[in-house]
């Protein structure tokens, strides 16, 4: 981005836009891997795509720095919020591309959101699990009292319950 051509550097800054937008949408499509892995209890699968996610939350990174540092150089400093309206001025045709980014930002963070409550939600049940087994091999009176309930919940809940 070093040419002082005003053509070139608009143009420029749009081809990064869609090269962010693209890394968002990637993002994106990670994040819903993950999350029918978690629906579906693929630990393998999760493994591997937490280093995905950790190179693609990087690259992100460096995409949104180089689009700021872009605009610093060009213009000052532009706020997040005024993004819209300087390219409304300054680069109209990139505007579906930044709405764009804007979508999958907001959708990333609610499939991240969700994510994060089915990783709470498999962790209560694998403590739960956890805890009834321990409890099982402490118990001197076996799995099963008298009367053919367990005996073993201390939490007073059932497993599975959340």
């Not at 029918?36 to 460096?62: C, F, P, V």
């Amino acid at each position: 981005m070093g040419n002082n051509n005003p053509a070139t550097t608009t143009m420029d800054f749009v081809s990064c836009l869609r090269v962010e937008h693209d890394a968002v949408a990637a993002f994106v499509t990670l994040l819903e891997t993950e999350q029918q892995a978690l629906i579906n209890g693929n630990a393998d699968q999760l493994l591997a795509l937490a280093d995905s996610k950790i190179q693609a939350a990087h690259k992100l990174s460096k995409l949104a720095n180089a689009r700021r540092d872009g605009l610093l150089a060009r213009v000052g400093k532009v706020e997040f919020g005024d993004m819209t309206a300087w390219l409304q001025a300054n680069a109209a045709n990139s505007l579906p591309i930044w709405n764009g980014i804007l979508q999958l930002a907001e959708q990333a963070q609610q499939l991240n959101s969700t994510n994060g409550i089915l990783i709470q939600t498999k962790l209560r049940q694998n403590q739960q699990a956890l805890m009834a087994l321990n409890n099982a091999t402490h118990s001197t009176n076996g799995l099963y009292g008298p009367d053919g309930q367990t005996s073993l919940l201390a939490s007073g809940r059932t497993l599975g319950s959340v």
